[in-house]
């Protein structure tokens, strides 16, 4: 089984990244260096979406050039399409693995790419399926002579002991696995299934993206629900049940007192019930 970044790949794909979606190299770049990974990795589509197995090596494809890439996870669609704020709908949308994404600081050409496939021609236009006998060539092309720029994901070790975050107003106590990056991206993705895209705080429904715009959606914090003295040594994190999204107004309040207070308790203070769980 081959291994790329941590994850045992199962297909490789090239992703067409639109003209029409970015006019410029400069604005692709931005979007995979920076916009991605504040988003958590998801990748809206709108019309068609690829159908490929968790753990793809996504090449991001851009004017006849690979430019980029990451490792997929997951497909969510949405019910209703979602209307972001460049004016499209988005009918859902990729899960990638935040701390996979990279941006090649040179492009793959298609010269490069016949290199190793002899049979292939020139990048085409749709998410095209690559053999897996190329990916350890592929890889060394990557890795060999591109130095891809490596996006900055904070991977935290979980620890037992609490630290200390600095709040606007107050010190909020997190604890380490608020601060897990994957536990929080499959939290954040959970959250924006149930709620049709939308990622909000799950006690006083706080949008982030609606108040300040889509760039700032995923500002929010993640609450871990469970009570640190409760859990047991073998204790391994449930990103949906022990993980909660919320704003940090309702996060330092739970966080100001031991134990926290609870969801359902934040709740009854600022008369909201509970929703449709
Ligand atoms: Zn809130
Ligand atoms: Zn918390």
Known sequence: MAEYKGYSVNEIRFLPMGKNVFDTFEEVSHFILNTLPQRGGTYYYKKSKMNCAASTLVLFQYDGQLIGSAIYLATVQLEIPLLMDDGHLYNGYYQFAPESIQLFTEPIYASDFKNIDPSFTRFGQGA?????????????????????????VAITIPEEVSTLMEGAKKTITVNAYERNPQARTLCISHYRAKNNGRIKCEICDFDFGKIYGEKFSEKIHIHHIKEISSIG?????????????????????????????TPDEIREMIGKTKNGE
């Open 128 to 152: 095209k399926i690559i053999d897996l006998e190329y990916l350890n060539p592929i890889i060394n092309l990557i890795d060999g002579n591109k130095n891809p720029i490596k996006i900055d």
């Open 233 to 261: 040594e073998e204790y391994e994190v449930d990103a949906i049940t022990d993980l909660l999204p919320v704003c940090p107004n309702c996060h330092m309040i739970a966080h100001s007192k031991t134990p926290a207070y």
